[in-house]
C-alpha cells in the first residue's frame, strides 16, 4: 500500500531543513514526508571545514535543532529516493516503497566531484561522516595532500595545518582561488600559505594516487612530484544531483532548472539549494548557488510556495569564507576574468574589491571588512551604470 503525504522532500541538508521551515510557516499540519540518504539528520556544512577545526570546535554545534517529531515530519534516513512517477505523482524509494505527494521538493544537493581515474584512498569532503572519517585517519602521520584550490580545498588546508599536520597542496591554476580573486589578491593568499607551511603546488593536477601501506599513500603530480602522506582530501567543488529528473527527460544544462516560486518544468515538482537553477533579478541571469545563505533562504522560500505562499525569490546570498586569519564575505559573481576595482584600507589585507561587467556592478567582496554585504547588495540591485569604477572607492571602506 503506498503511503500518501500532501508534501515530499527528497534530500536531508540545510535547504531541505530550511523548506520544513517554509512549510511548517504556511502550513503547520499538512501531512510531510523527507528522505535522505545520509544517516545523520540535517546539519550545517560549513563548519565541517571552518570552525569544527579551531579549538573548541565541537560537533554538537552542526545540528539544526528542528524536532521533526513535534512537527509531525516523517524522517526517513539513509535511504535514496531512485524514481518519480510524474503522471501518478508518486516517489519511489531504493528499498521498493513509494509515497504518494501532492507537491514535492528536490533539494538533493551534489556529489562530490571526484579526481579523473577515482583513485582509491580520497577523502572526497562533503559530509559530516567524511569529517569522522578525516580526523580518524589524522591520527596517525604527520603529512597530508589537499587536491583543489578553490573554497573547500583551501579552507581544508588552512585547517589541517591548523590541525598540526603538514600540508601540500596541489591545484592546476596560478594560485589559491585565482578563479575568484584578482591576480594579486590570489598571489598573496598564496604567498601567505607559503609562509604558513603549506607546500603550494600551483599549476599542478594528480597524475596517480597509490597506496604506500595501508596508512599511506604517495600522490604522483603531473610535473612527477612524488608526495608521501597519510590523508589526501579532494575539494573539487560538487556535481548537482539532477538523476531524479533526467530519467522524466528533463534538460537540467546546469542543476535543476526553476522559476522565481521554485517550481519545476515538472508538474508539482520543486527544487531548492545547491541543486536549484534559478533567476536572479539583480543580475539579470541564471545561477545555481553552493552556499549556506542560498541553502537556508531559498529553502525555506520555496517550501513556503509549495505551502501556498507564492513569494517570488528575488534574494541575492552572500557568501564566506575563513583562509588561516583572513576572512571575506561576497556577493553576487565573483570571477576573476570580470573587471574588478580594488579599494584596499590595507593592500590585499583589508578592502574591497568590486566586480564589473559592462560598467555595472555585478559582485562584491569584502577582506576583513564586516556588516558591508546589505550595501553591497544594494550597489549591484540598483544596477546603475558605475563607468571605470573610480567612484566606488571610500564607497564601502568608510
Known amino acids: ?135 580518524r585517519a589524522m591520527l596517525s602521520g604527520h603529512e597530508a595532500v589537499v587536491v583543489g584550490g578553490g573554497f573547500i580545498g583551501a579552507e581544508m588546508a588552512a585547517a589541517l595545518t591548523l590541525a598540526g599536520k603538514h600540508v601540500h597542496l596541489v591545484f592546476p591554476e596560478a594560485g589559491v582561488l585565482s578563479r575568484l580573486l584578482p591576480p594579486r589578491l590570489a598571489a598573496a593568499i598564496t604567498e601567505d600559505y607559503a609562509q604558513r607551511g603549506v607546500t603550494v603546488h600551483a599549476g599542478r ?29 579532494a575539494g573539487l567543488g560538487i556535481v548537482p544531483r539532477v538523476d531524479l529528473m533526467t530519467a522524466m527527460g528533463v534538460d537540467c544544462p546546469d542543476g535543476i532548472v526553476v522559476d522565481a516560486l521554485g517550481a519545476t518544468a515538472v508538474e508539482d515538482v520543486y527544487a531548492a539549494g545547491d541543486v536549484a537553477n534559478f533567476p536572479s533579478p539583480a543580475l539579470g541571469r541564471r545561477m545555481r548557488v553552493e552556499h549556506e545563505d542560498h541553502a537556508n533562504r531559498h529553502g525555506e522560500c520555496v517550501g513556503a510556495n509549495m505551502a501556498g505562499q ?27 576574468r570580470l573587471a574588478t576595482v580594488e579599494d584596499w584600507v590595507e593592500p590585499e589585507k583589508r578592502g574591497v574589491v568590486f566586480y564589473l561587467e559592462d560598467q ?36 564601502l571602506t568608510g
Do not use: C
Open 310 to 336: 507564492e513569494q517570488a525569490y528575488d534574494y541575492l546570498p552572500l557568501f564566506y569564507s575563513d583562509l588561516f586569519d583572513l576572512g571575506f564575505e561576497a556577493v553576487g559573481r565573483l570571477d576573476s
Open 1 to 135: 500500500m503506498t503511503a500518501a503525504y500532501k508534501y515530499v522532500v527528497v534530500g536531508g541538508g540545510m535547504a531541505a531543513d530550511a523548506a520544513v521551515r517554509g512549510i511548517r510557516h504556511q502550513d503547520p499540519n499538512g501531512s510531510l514526508f523527507m528522505v535522505s540518504q545520509e544517516r545523520f539528520p540535517p546539519y550545517d556544512r560549513p563548519p565541517l571545514s571552518k570552525a569544527l577545526w579551531k579549538k573548541g570546535g565541537r560537533v554538537e554545534s552542526l545540528w539544526r535543532g528542528l524536532d521533526y517529531d513535534q512537527m509531525s515530519v516523517d524522517l526517513r534516513l539513509g535511504e535514496r529516493a531512485v524514481r518519480i512517477d510524474a503522471a501518478a505523482h508518486e516517489l519511489w524509494l531504493a528499498g521498493g516503497a513509494h509515497v504518494h505527494y501532492e507537491r514535492l521538493l528536490l533539494a538533493t544537493g551534489g556529489a562530490p566531484r571526484e579526481l579523473a581515474g577515482h583513485p582509491v584512498g580520497v577523502t572526497y569532503f562533503r559530509t559530516v561522516e567524511d569529517y569522522f572519517r578525516l580526523r
Open 205 to 233: 593536477q594528480v597524475a596517480h594516487i597509490e597506496a604506500r601501506d595501508n596508512e599511506t599513500w604517495r600522490v604522483i603530480t603531473d610535473a612527477g612530484d612524488a608526495l608521501d602522506a597519510s590523508v589526501v582530501v
Open 360 to 395: 555595472h556592478v555585478v559582485g562584491v567582496l569584502a577582506v576583513d571588512l564586516w556588516d558591508r554585504m546589505d550595501a553591497a547588495r544594494a550597489l549591484i540591485v540598483d544596477r546603475q551604470p558605475v563607468g571605470d569604477g573610480s567612484r566606488l572607492r571610500g564607497r
